[in-house]
């Protein structure tokens, strides 16, 4: 009977990390979370975030979660990432309120994030400073030409699955 307070108390400190484990096949994944905790709805997976993505318009803003796996991250404070969808669709992920980062680490992890998908649209001087944060070479920057309409997603809580 006494091992059961004991047993809480450690259950209590694991979940007070902020890392649990999460069950992926046979293996045992080590899931970080950053921002607010995912509120445990259904997320959707590449495929239909794409679908979903392709039917806004630039005026719409919907409240969803999805599944995708991070292409790159801001190397400079991980402060954003871009993340794969289906096909050669890619989502920009910034934080809510700028109020938590991600590891720069993370390319080629798997994300679960919750919040805002919208399509806004991207100047050329944010597209080239974002390509700086991503690393590219001056060559690559200088590449990018005009603004462009883009998918953007604004999480209030990320859970990277390493």
């Known amino acids: 009977m006494k091992k059961l ?3 809480l108390l450690a259950i209590l400190v694991l979940l007070s990390l ?12 080590k899931v970080t979370k950053v921002g607010a905790p995912l509120s445990g709805k259904p ?19 919907i409240q969803t ?15 954003w990432m871009r993340v794969a969808l289906a096909g050669d669709e890619t ?7 700028y109020g938590f980062f991600v590891p720069k680490d993370i ?9 805002k998908a919208f399509i806004t649209e991207m100047p ?3 597209r080239r400073h974002m390509a700086r944060d991503a690393g590219k070479s001056e060559k690559e920057v200088m590449a990018i030409r005009g603004s462009e309409l883009a998918p953007e997603f604004e999480a209030s809580g ?5």
């Open 5 to 7: 307070p004991i047993a």
């Open 18 to 29: 902020g890392t649990t484990r999460a069950q992926s096949g046979k293996e045992t994944a």
């Open 43 to 61: 997320l959707l997976g590449p495929e239909a975030a794409t679908e979903l993505f392709e039917s806004l318009s630039a005026s719409d803003t």
């Open 65 to 79: 979660g999805f599944k995708a796996r991070v292409l790159e991250v801001c190397q400079m404070k991980g402060c």
């Open 91 to 97: 989502v920009m992920v910034r934080f809510k309120d």
């Open 107 to 115: 390319a080629g992890k798997e994300v679960w994030v919750e919040g």
């Open 124 to 126: 050329e001087d944010e």
């Open 158 to 162: 990320v859970s990277i699955i390493r």
